[in-house]
T-cell receptor, first 112, second 114 residues
Framework: GENVEQHPSTLSVQEGDSAVIKCTYSDSASNYFPWYKQELGKRPQLIIDIRSNVGEKKDQRIAVTLNKTAKHFSLHITETQPEDSAVYFC???????????FGAGTQVVVTP | EPEVTQTPSHQVTQMGQEVILRCVPI?????FYWYRQILGQKVEFLVSFYNNEISEKSEIFDDQFSVERPDGSNFTLKIRSTKLEDSAMYFC????????????FGDGTRLSIL
């Protein structure tokens, strides 16, 4: 099965700085790469996703980059704000209609 | 924006009792999922459901678990005889029919087994 690893497990940044989280996966058949944000006690919320035929996607302060050869994809948050504080999960998928395979999560803390 | 809705938000049950968690997926979605998240841990896949049958299930989804779509809107998860280790947050998710559509999650049901 798919082995998913996220790094770092915790990330503390000053407000206004950038944050980068990396997700490594093992199954070369993975074809869909989302990032979810989960605030304490809330649902996982999709913030950005990318499909295997694209190398990069950007949505305002958030971007995702994909390196299929190296089997990793990364979440980039620029100009961080306190409301970006949350746990972020990557969840690659191999089957187009199948399960998400969540990583262990990265706790991001943005300090004012 | 359409949402996945789950009820109840919190369920407290005695060990050994049956529990049913309910979900209303987004109305035009065709694929349905249950995940669980033990406090402080990652989200784990339980089961996926399409066309009125299970598509895939994890090793967590043993004989004590079942899913059903009793009508055109509800999607339920039943745990027949609950154990202490079933205590977790249970999330329902749904996605559309095209390939690699986003999975949208409900707010979850916090299940506490005493």
């Amino acid at each position: 099965g798919e082995n998913v690893e996220q790094h770092p497990s915790t990330l503390s940044v000053q407000e206004g700085d950038s944050a980068v989280i990396k997700c490594t996966y093992s199954d070369s058949a993975s074809n869909y790469f989302p990032w979810y944000k989960q605030e304490l006690g809330k649902r996982p919320q999709l913030i950005i996703d990318i499909r295997s035929n694209v190398g990069e996607k950007k949505d305002q302060r958030i971007a995702v980059t994909l390196n299929k050869t190296a089997k990793h994809f990364s979440l980039h948050i620029t100009e961080t704000q306190p409301e970006d504080s949350a746990v972020y999960f990557c969840a690659p998928k191999t089957d187009s209609w199948g399960k998400l395979q969540f990583g262990a999560g990265t706790q991001v803390v943005v300090t004012p | 924006e359409p949402e996945v809705t789950q009820t109840p938000s919190h369920q407290v049950t005695q060990m050994g009792q049956e529990v049913i968690l309910r979900c209303v997926p987004i109305s035009n979605h065709l694929y349905f999922y249950w995940y669980r998240q033990i406090l402080g841990q990652k989200v784990e896949f339980l089961v996926s459901f399409y066309n009125n049958e299970i598509s895939e299930k994890s090793e967590i989804f043993d004989d004590q678990f079942s899913v059903e779509r009793p009508d055109g809107s509800n999607f339920t998860l039943k745990i027949r005889s609950t154990k202490l280790e079933d205590s977790a947050m249970y999330f329902c998710a749904s996605s559309g029919g095209a390939s690699n559509q986003p999975q949208h999650f409900g707010d979850g049901t916090r299940l506490s087994i005493l």
